[in-house]
C-alpha cells in the first residue's frame, strides 16, 4: 500500500436497507469519505436482520451506497438467540431475563461478533487498514471496534450517536459499573471520539477530563444530494404538519403532545 492510500473500516451495526437516524449517518459517512481521499470497507450485519429483527427496511437507501464502497455483510444469530422462555412467574421471569442480557454484554450486537471479527480479519489480510471507525449505539460496537484497532494496530475512531453511561437511563447494570469499564477502555484506547452535540462533548469533556484533547464534534448534518432536496420547499397554507424525527423508546411517548394537541384543538 503506498503512502498516500487511506483505508477506512467502518463498523456499523446500522446500514441500509436498515432505515433511521443511526442508518443515515453511518451511510454518509461510507458516502462522502471517498471524496476525501478514503477508501471505505463497511463491516455491518446481512441485510436479513433488518427486516426480521426491527421490522424496518427502505431498499431505496441501497442506491446511495457509492460504488466504490465495500460492503462486508456477515451472519448475525441475534435471530435465533432469543430471551429465555416464560415460565409465568412474574419476578422470576424478569430476573431470568436479566441474567440473559447480562450475559450478553452491552447488547444483543455482540452476538454478530463472532461472525464479523473473523470476516475483518481475514479482510484485513488483503487489504491493510489505516483506520478502524465504529459507531454506536449498539455500543457493542464500540468493543468490536476496540478489538480490531488493537489486533490490526491502526488507531479507533469512536463515534457516539448517543452517550453511554452519562446519561440517566437504561437503568440498572447497562449503565452500572461494568458499562462503565467498558466506556472508559474504549475511550482511553480510541485516538479520537466522535460526539453528534455539543452537550454530548462538554458532558465526556468533564466525565474524562484527561481525554478532552481526542473529543472532537461532528453534528448530524442534512444531505443536500438528495432526491428531494433538488426542489425547494413550497409551504402550504391549507396544512399544518408537524414531524418528530426521533425514536421513541421504552421511556418516552406521544401520548401527552397528542393529549395536549386535542385539548388545543377542542378549545381553538
Same mark, same amino acid.
Given at each position: 500500500?503506498? $503512502?498516500?492510500?487511506?483505508?477506512?473500516?467502518?463498523?456499523?451495526?446500522?446500514?441500509?436497507?436498515?432505515?433511521?437516524?443511526?442508518?443515515?449517518?453511518?451511510?454518509?459517512?461510507?458516502?462522502?469519505?471517498?471524496?476525501?481521499?478514503?477508501?471505505?470497507? +463497511?463491516?455491518?450485519?446481512?441485510?436479513?436482520?433488518?427486516?426480521? *429483527?426491527?421490522?424496518?427496511?427502505?431498499?431505496?437507501?441501497?442506491?446511495? &451506497?457509492? @460504488?466504490?464502497?465495500?460492503?462486508?455483510?456477515?451472519?448475525?444469530?441475534?435471530?435465533?438467540?432469543?430471551?429465555?422462555?416464560?415460565?409465568?412467574?412474574? %419476578?422470576?421471569?424478569?430476573?431470568?431475563?436479566? &441474567?440473559?442480557?447480562?450475559?450478553? %454484554?452491552?447488547?444483543?450486537?455482540?452476538?454478530?461478533?463472532?461472525?464479523?471479527?473473523?470476516?475483518?480479519?481475514?479482510?484485513?489480510?488483503?487489504?491493510?487498514? $489505516?483506520?478502524?471507525?465504529?459507531?454506536?449505539?449498539?455500543?457493542?460496537?464500540?468493543?468490536?471496534?476496540?478489538?480490531?484497532?488493537? $489486533?490490526?494496530?491502526?488507531?479507533?475512531?469512536?463515534?457516539?450517536?448517543?452517550?453511554?453511561?452519562?446519561? %440517566?437511563?437504561? @437503568?440498572?447494570?447497562?449503565?452500572?459499573?461494568?458499562?462503565?469499564?467498558?466506556?472508559?477502555?474504549?475511550?482511553?484506547?480510541?485516538?479520537?471520539?466522535?460526539?453528534?452535540?455539543?452537550?454530548?462533548?462538554?458532558?465526556?469533556?468533564?466525565?474524562? @477530563?484527561?481525554?478532552?484533547?481526542?473529543?472532537?464534534?461532528?453534528?448530524?448534518?442534512?444531505?443536500?444530494?438528495?432526491?428531494?432536496?433538488?426542489?425547494? *420547499?413550497?409551504?402550504?397554507?391549507?396544512?399544518?404538519?408537524?414531524?418528530?424525527?426521533?425514536?421513541?423508546?421504552? +421511556?418516552?411517548?406521544?401520548?401527552?403532545?397528542?393529549?395536549?394537541?386535542?385539548? *388545543?384543538?377542542?378549545?381553538?
Amino acid at each position: 500500500m503506498s $503512502t498516500d492510500e487511506k483505508r477506512l473500516l467502518l463498523v456499523a451495526r446500522s446500514f441500509p436497507p436498515h432505515s433511521g437516524g443511526a442508518t443515515q449517518r453511518s451511510l454518509k459517512f461510507a458516502k462522502f469519505l471517498p471524496r476525501h481521499g478514503w477508501q471505505v470497507t +463497511v463491516l455491518t450485519p446481512q441485510a436479513e436482520l433488518c427486516r426480521e *429483527a426491527f421490522g424496518i427496511e427502505d431498499r431505496t437507501l441501497l442506491a446511495e &451506497i457509492p @460504488p466504490e464502497v465495500e460492503v462486508l455483510r456477515t451472519f448475525s444469530d441475534e435471530l435465533e438467540r432469543s430471551p429465555p422462555r416464560r415460565v409465568g412467574v412474574p %419476578g422470576l421471569d424478569a430476573l431470568r431475563r436479566e &441474567i440473559w442480557r447480562f450475559r450478553l %454484554g452491552p447488547d444483543r450486537g455482540t452476538l454478530w461478533h463472532k461472525s464479523a471479527l473473523p470476516a475483518a480479519l481475514a479482510r484485513a489480510k488483503e487489504t491493510s487498514f $489505516t483506520a478502524v471507525f465504529a459507531t454506536a449505539p449498539s455500543n457493542s460496537n464500540l468493543l468490536l471496534g476496540r478489538r480490531l484497532a488493537r $489486533t490490526l494496530r491502526v488507531p479507533l475512531v469512536a463515534d457516539f450517536r448517543d452517550p453511554w453511561c452519562r446519561r %440517566g437511563w437504561p @437503568p440498572g447494570w447497562r449503565a452500572g459499573p461494568r458499562a462503565r469499564r467498558w466506556e472508559r477502555t474504549v475511550l482511553r484506547t480510541a485516538a479520537a471520539a466522535v460526539f453528534v452535540t455539543p452537550a454530548m462533548v462538554e458532558l465526556y469533556a468533564r466525565a474524562y @477530563p484527561e481525554l478532552a484533547s481526542r473529543f472532537h464534534l461532528i453534528e448530524n448534518g442534512v444531505d443536500l444530494e438528495e432526491p428531494e432536496r433538488a426542489e425547494p *420547499a413550497r409551504p402550504s397554507r391549507d396544512r399544518f404538519e408537524l414531524v418528530y424525527t426521533g425514536l421513541f423508546y421504552s +421511556v418516552s411517548s406521544p401520548e401527552s403532545f397528542l393529549r395536549a394537541l386535542a385539548l *388545543a384543538r377542542e378549545r381553538s
